[in-house]
């Protein structure tokens, strides 16, 4: 007992960096569950948590920090169960072909390179306002010069609308998720003309940062061709729409793609460029820099500055939480404090997830703080050179701290850039050391240039900066990638794992005394699990149009063309780099007249494509499982999963299980979640049946 009570005691003053692992944990809690929590499994846990709050004080300071953190927990789960019942909003329940009227208000590229128009205020044909979508994407195809897109303007056509798509395999990226807190009803695209409904009004002020995002990102790209024009408008402004597929590809390839999206760094560099250019410019002129200390002023400059550049780029997760810490060091120089410390990234974080905690299960959100909490643990810890000599001052000194922030930042994001987009860039850290660089010398300090010499017509020197550095930059990363071998696909690894990793990490870091090594043993395990991750040995999309069958060379699919997301996503959660055109081998199939046939173990599976190939087969012509991408009518002797069946389980995976294949489904795995279809709001009981508390006790039952 007495051991315990040291080791606790010894982490008092260092308590503070567990408060947004804490609330985190509990956010995970609630994402992890398969059914929705009601109204009575709050008020239990709200009950709990007082309880918890009361002993506080009577357990003492041992094991108060124990209670403290599980109110915590409880309070992470309940902000997010709040949050998702705010915001709701009605989400289309069908396929709709039909007129579609709404304003734009956001402007983006679609991963097939289309324009991408998100718009509110919809107008859906023979559709109550209470049953349409608050907002929903459309992608335009086809000849559309006539419309000049932009943020505030009413527009209208005719295109095609679904639901937010499920998972492409049961455990994968849930996209109704995401689109359910983004407050996205539907999704679609159109061929037909986009039409002018009524101009942008000039009064409204609701997307009057987003006129202005619009109109500086033309301005620059009309200034600089091509791509790097493109470019440079994403890092001034965050409009990426300028920025060529190809060119984003070559990004990712050379894990250069964090230059693009603005992040911590771009926000650092700013903030920093403009702390330093005030802070000179003080000093130069005596009565003001003999009244006031310079490093406050340029403080105080910096702060409205960086909070520009937040609202000008969007307020992405790594943006928002680049700008809080930046808030905190410059707060911190006016009341001379110390402010890069792992306090602000927890600060950061606790702003970021109060605001928003479903960002926690996003890639920019864990990449972002792995990112920053490695540099920060390792810089605290890095000797700190205090010589005089030139070249160790401004060649070796920077050029080092360069290669190990970019070594140590790159490290950090690989596992979780890894899980989350099955890819890894192998030549990065030396693509970082040449690009970035131009960014923090050419293309930042262009920008703050250009605003300001820009108004007085006197940009060229500016933009010569940003145009040069932009291009370096993609010339970088074109090379990069083509070189061979500079990208590879990995395995998407088990759901545990991520989990498993970041509590060890952080165990290692936030630990205090010799019993963090013991956070070595989670990482150990989470490597382990990927290193035994295994594959479905079927696959079947939600059309059930495609099947994919695991044969000796790889992932075999039953079609060259056609359901190419879910063939995309299988492909690469395999970890392999194969197109469909390329998996879509005879090895695994027997196929004929649409008809595709794999034995699975001792299960025959057949796969039917059309009313008339099915309207051929006899029963089941011997198959154990059949898939069928239309309504299949009648019983027939073997498992079917048709079109029908497939709209409530989703995509299927199958495994082999002492020889037996055994199906899981993407509705086993997601359960009854307000973004999964149900009808019903976080706080109702569903059938009688609903909540937590309710499913605990059927269990225990």
């Not at 040291?6 to 994402?31: D, E, M, N």
Request: hydrophobic share 50%.
């Amino acid at each position: 007992m007495a051991q315990i009570a040291k080791v606790s005691l010894a982490q008092r003053g260092h308590l503070f960096g567990w408060v947004p692992v804490c609330i985190g944990t509990g956010i995970g809690l609630y994402f992890a569950l398969r059914v929705e929590p009601v109204g009575a499994d709050y008020l239990v846990l709200g009950a709990l948590a007082l309880v918890l709050l009361a002993l506080v004080r009577p357990v003492g300071a041992v094991w108060s920090p124990v209670l403290l953190a599980l109110v915590l927990v409880i309070a992470g789960f309940c902000l997010t169960g709040l949050r998702a019942q705010m915001v709701a909003a009605p989400v289309l329940g069908f396929r709709y072909y039909g007129p579609i009227e709404g304003r734009i208000v956001a402007i983006d590229r679609s991963a097939k390179d289309a324009v991408r128009l998100t718009l509110d205020h919809v107008v859906l044909d023979r559709m109550s306002p209470a049953r349409t979508p608050s907002r929903v994407r459309l992608s335009l195809y086809g000849q559309q010069d006539w419309v000049d897109p932009k943020p505030g303007l009413w527009v209208m056509t005719t295109g095609h609308l679904s639901p937010p798509n499920g998972p492409a395999e049961p455990g994968d990226f849930d996209f109704r998720r995401m689109a359910w807190f983004g407050g996205l009803g539907a999704v679609g695209y159109t061929r037909n003309p986009v039409l002018t409904l009524a101009p942008v009004e000039a009064g409204r002020v609701d997307l009057a940062v987003d006129r202005l995002r619009s109109r500086l990102s033309l301005a620059i790209r009309s200034r600089i061709p091509g791509d790097a024009g493109g470019y440079a408008a994403a890092v001034m402004t965050g409009d990426r729409l300028g920025l060529s597929g190809r060119a984003n590809d070559d990004m990712r390839a050379a894990n250069l793609y964090h230059l693009v999206s603005i992040s911590g760094m771009h926000m650092g560099m700013l903030a920093g460029f403009v702390f330093g250019l005030v802070r000179i410019g003080a000093a130069l002129i005596p009565p003001l820099a003999l009244r006031f200390e310079a490093k406050k002023i340029a403080a105080l400059m910096a702060l409205p500055a960086a909070a520009f550049y937040l609202a000008l780029a969007g307020g992405d997760v790594p943006t928002e939480r680049a700008f809080v810490m930046v808030a905190v060091m410059l707060v911190a120089v006016l009341l001379d404090r110390r402010g890069l410390s792992l306090r602000s990234v927890a600060i950061a974080a606790l702003v970021v997830m109060g605001l928003r905690p479903e960002s926690l299960i996003s890639p920019g959100f864990q990449m972002s703080f792995a990112a920053v909490v490695a540099l920060i643990f390792v810089f605290q810890r890095a000797p700190v050179y205090r010589g005089d000599r030139p070249l160790m001052r401004w060649v070796i000194v920077p050029g080092a701290l360069l290669l190990l922030s970019s070594l140590v930042a790159g490290t950090a994001t690989a596992p979780y850039a890894a899980a989350h987009f099955n890819r890894v860039a192998h030549y990065g850290l030396v693509a970082n050391l040449l690009a970035v660089p131009a960014m923090g010398m050419m293309v930042m300090p262009g920008a703050v240039i250009l605003a300001i010499l820009g108004p007085l017509g006197l940009e060229q020197p500016a933009l010569w900066m940003i145009e040069t550095g932009s291009r370096w930059i993609l010339f970088v990363a074109s090379e990069v990638a083509a070189t061979p071998g500079a990208m590879s696909a990995v395995v998407r690894p088990p759901d545990a794992m991520l989990p498993l990793l970041t509590l060890g990490l952080l165990t290692l870091i936030l630990w205090q005394g010799r019993l963090r090594w013991i956070g070595a043993l989670p990482v150990l395990v989470a490597a382990a699990l990927w290193v035994g991750a295994s594959r479905p040995d079927l696959l079947v999309a939600d059309s059930g149009g495609l099947i994919g069958v695991m044969a000796e060379p790889g992932r075999s699919l039953s079609k060259p063309r056609g359901d190419g997301f879910a063939a995309g996503i299988w492909l690469e959660n395999d970890g392999v780099l194969t197109t469909q055109e390329e998996a879509a081998t005879p090895g695994g199939f027997g196929q004929q007249d649409r008809v595709s046939r794999a034995v699975i173990g001792g299960t025959h599976v057949l796969q039917v494509s059309g009313i008339t190939a099915l309207a051929r087969l006899e029963g089941c012509d011997g198959a154990d499982l059949l898939i069928a991408n239309v309504e299949v009518e009648g019983p027939r002797p073997c498992e079917v999963y048709d079109i029908r069946r497939l709209r409530e389980t989703g995509a299927l995976a199958g495994r082999l299980v002492d020889g037996v294949l055994e199906i899981n489904t993407v509705a086993d795995r997601t359960g009854i979640r307000p973004w999964t279809g149900s009808r019903y709001g976080a706080w109702a009981w569903q059938d009688g049946r609903g909540g937590l508390m309710a499913a605990l006790w059927r269990n225990a039952q």
